[in-house]
Antibody, heavy 124, light 108 residues
């Protein structure tokens, strides 16, 4: 059974960096048939896809334009996890953050496993 | 970006009734890369439907999806009390992946 366990800071000061980790069990971060996505949810923005990391003979990262200049998603094969960093945060980045697995070519089979979510508040 | 519009915004139905939820895309969704999710308060979204009509593992057959191009439908054939939730559509064929605003289903 695949499980995603999220960890990271729930309170971040404005202009600082949000850091989250998604630990994977039951699958491999380097799977050739999975992609690891980051999604956030807030009352004002709804569900917003932020980016994904996947391995297809080499590593790929794809990010939403809205956060592209501030986001990094990195795999860690030694710990079988993926991490998210979002720089220069503002109160607009306050949201529940999720990691989620998507299976199949291009994620055709949808995001079938989700982390438990991390509530991140940006406030001084 | 592909904008997804969902209707109705909310609906209230009785157990045993049929719910029909609509998702319309601002442009054609690539190869029917359209998914539906159910979300209950305090929980992560749960995948119901992928590829517009494929049922995810463990999803009861009262949930069905249909459609192509720009118009998609999620049907819950016989509502049960546990179906009370918000339902989201998502397209994942074009970057950036986008979600609809959701339809809230209330069971009377």
């Amino acid at each position: 059974q695949v499980q995603l366990q999220q960890s990271g800071s729930g309170l971040v000061k404005p202009s600082q960096t949000l850091s989250l980790t998604c630990a994977i069990s039951g699958d491999s971060v380097a799977s050739n048939s999975a992609a690891w996505n980051w999604i956030r949810q807030s009352p004002s923005r709804g569900l917003e896809w932020l980016g994904r990391t996947y391995y297809r003979s080499k590593w790929y990262n794809e990010y939403a334009v809205s956060v592209k200049s501030r986001i990094t998603s990195n795999p860690d094969t030694s710990k079988n996890q993926v991490s998210l960093q979002l720089n220069s945060v503002t109160p607009e980045d306050t949201a529940v953050y999720y990691c989620a697995r998507a299976k199949g070519a291009g994620g055709y089979y949808g995001m079938d496993v989700w982390g438990q979510g991390t509530t991140v508040t940006v406030s001084s | 970006d592909i904008v997804l519009t969902q209707s109705p915004g909310s609906l209230s139905l009785s157990p045993g009734e049929r719910a029909t939820l609509s998702c319309r895309a601002s442009q054609s969704v690539t190869s029917s890369y359209l998914a539906w999710y159910q979300q209950k308060p305090g929980q992560a979204p749960r995948l119901l439907i992928f590829g517009a009509s494929g049922r995810a593992t463990g999803i009861p057959d009262r949930f069905s999806g249909s459609g192509s191009g720009t118009d998609f439908t999620l049907t819950i054939s016989r509502l049960e009390p546990e179906d009370s939730a918000v339902y989201y559509c998502q397209q994942h064929g074009n970057l950036p992946f986008t979600f609809g605003p959701g339809t809230k289903v209330d069971i009377k």
